[in-house]
């Protein structure tokens, strides 16, 4: 018999007692201890893998944030650089959230999820290279990471029209003074 940690979201699906269930696990060994983690979907499994990547981030903030929020909205989150609704999640702080969004943007740059994700997203889908292009010289000229993030994130919003990291940093070096 194995014991599992499983996010809410996965607690929310499961079938009736007795019925089949197959989950995707993810099995974690550290010196003191063996843990099995859960979920109902794959996409559920590769976030909670993503999310451990994160500096910071453990298994159960990993399952924290897949409980308060299901994968795809996570996601959205993300892309729309939405720090106030990761803050609402239980143990997630400004610093812990800021930090979710610089360090997950990259690795959601190609995500799958719903059809609707890339369309509420708006242009940081679309002008992803862009973005982590222009953030990054940000960071390299002395900003931190998310000011960086906010700044290009601003920029993009009111000038949906601009494609290129050029025009994204010096705008945001603009919008910081």
């Known amino acids: 018999m194995y014991e599992l940690q499983v996010p809410m979201s996965t607690l929310y699906q499961l079938p009736e007692v007795g019925r ?87 690795r959601l740059a190609d995500w799958g999820g719903r059809d609707d994700t890339s369309a509420t997203a708006g242009t940081s889908a679309g002008n992803g290279a862009a973005s982590r292009e222009a953030e990054t010289a940000l960071v390299s000229l002395g900003y931190k990471p998310q000011q960086a993030a906010r700044a290009v994130a601003r920029v993009e919003k009111d000038n949906p029209e601009i494609h290129d990291s050029e025009a994204l940093i010096r705008l945001a070096l603009k919008s910081m003074l």
Request: charged share 25%; proline share 3%; net charge positive.
């Open 20 to 106: 089949e269930l197959i989950l995707h696990t993810h099995f974690v060994v550290r010196e003191d201890a063996q843990l099995l983690y859960g979920f109902y979907a794959p996409k559920d499994k590769a976030m909670f893998r993503a999310l451990i990547r994160v500096n910071g981030v453990g298994p159960k903030m990993a399952l924290a944030i897949l409980s308060g929020m299901e994968t795809d909205d996570f996601v959205r989150t993300v892309r729309n650089n939405d720090v106030a609704a990761m803050v609402n999640m239980p143990g997630i702080g400004k610093k812990t959230a800021e930090r979710l969004m610089v360090e997950m943007r990259d």
